[in-house]
């Protein structure tokens, strides 16, 4: 079984309630997002959203894991082309990690 199919299968076996964690360093991405580019701002929210009521490994924004992080189940979304949101899954937690460049 593929590591994407693994991770599907571990989260679907647990409740279906997500909960977000906003780390620091998102929570400044955002308020720069707020300042900086309100349009960029509203796809960020439009991700989350995705993420949070949706499948957190497929959806908007070509989610693909990332293989060379600290920790497994690591994962980004393109908010554009320069910008990625980056997240973890575990626990039945979503620990938002960043959302402004690349990983």
């Known amino acids: 079984m593929s590591k994407k199919k ?8 647990q409740s279906s309630t997500l909960c977000p964690i906003f780390y620091d360093q998102f ?13 960029v701002y509203g796809k960020v929210f439009a991700l989350i959203e995705d993420i ?3 499948d957190p490994f497929q ?14 189940g690591v994962w980004s979304r393109r908010i554009d082309q320069e910008h990625r949101l980056v ?14 460049y690349h990983y």
């Open 6 to 13: 693994n991770k599907k299968n571990q989260l679907n076996s």
């Open 27 to 39: 929570k400044e991405d955002l308020r720069w997002w707020a300042t900086h580019n309100k349009k």
């Open 52 to 54: 949070l009521d949706g």
């Open 59 to 72: 959806g908007k924004g070509h989610p693909e894991p990332l293989k060379y992080m600290n920790y497994p």
């Open 87 to 100: 997240y973890r899954v575990h626990n039945q937690k979503i620990h938002f990690l960043q959302a402004r």
